[in-house]
């Protein structure tokens, strides 16, 4: 569906640039920014509108995505590639600290290509580099999963873990609820409430249908 990424995109996404941009801002500070060191060489797998890699505090910060309108989004400090995550060994010539993956590993075609996918982050990762995934989890989100026409492999959090440490990564954090599903729900969308929701941690139980994994390559 690469031909219709970039409109497919456009007219889910781009009336909500602004506060989903907020949104991943507190999102960064309040919580991601502890798995990542401001000294590290990250890469963004699917970065979409850039609303991670821009707010996340790096020294050396990498967009990837197939959608050409990325450039246009990242901030002058990302460096943005164009490719499909089955070749991004030949085009990440520099060994990575983190690779970040968010609502990304559903959007590919095949396990087969998801496979493929695991093995080029093992090799553009350094040693103890870590993979960050944030994923809708069919488990809870059920069959909503599928009101996203690009919507393609069914993945849980238990199947994704099975592939990973079968290719070699540990485990080192893992959160089957945490995220509510989607931007698009009927939750506000205000930052100051998401980071009352970040540090409620119940309500991720309530609330959450995506999950948070962090694995590790040894």
């Known amino acids: 569906m690469e031909y219709t990424t970039?409109?497919?995109y456009?007219?889910?996404?781009?009336?909500?640039?602004k506060i989903r941009n907020e949104i991943w801002k507190v999102l960064c500070q309040d919580f991601f920014q502890k798995y990542i060191k401001t000294t590290d060489t990250i890469c963004d797998l699917g970065a979409g509108f850039c609303e991670f890699i821009n707010n996340i505090k790096?020294?050396?910060k990498i967009a990837i995505d197939v959608n050409p309108e990325s450039r246009k989004y990242a901030a002058s400090d990302v460096q943005v590639v164009a490719c499909k995550s089955v070749n991004l060994a030949q085009k990440i010539k520099d060994k990575l600290d983190v690779v970040f993956a968010?609502?990304?590993?559903?959007?590919l075609p095949?396990?087969?290509?998801?496979?493929?996918?695991?093995?080029?982050?093992r090799k553009v990762l350094k040693k103890r580099g870590r993979l960050i995934i944030l994923m809708p989890n069919i488990r809870y989100v059920g069959s909503a999963y599928w009101d996203f026409l690009d919507h393609q492999l069914p993945l849980s959090d238990k199947s994704m873990i099975e592939l990973l440490e079968l290719k070699g990564f540990r485990i080192i954090e893992k959160k089957s609820k945490f995220l509510p599903y989607s931007t698009k729900g009927n939750l506000p969308k205000i930052p100051?409430?998401?980071?009352f929701y970040l540090k409620?941690?119940?309500?991720?139980?309530i609330f959450g249908k995506q999950s948070l994994?962090?694995?590790q390559k040894d």
């Open 213 to 215: 994994i962090v694995a």
């Open 102 to 107: 968010s609502n990304f590993f559903e959007h």
């Open 200 to 205: 409620l941690t119940p309500l991720h139980l």
């Open 58 to 60: 790096a020294q050396n």
């Open 110 to 121: 095949t396990k087969e290509e998801l496979v493929i996918t695991v093995d080029e982050i």
């Open 192 to 195: 100051i409430l998401v980071r």
């Open 6 to 8: 970039a409109r497919l």
């Open 10 to 17: 456009r007219l889910r996404f781009e009336k909500d640039i």
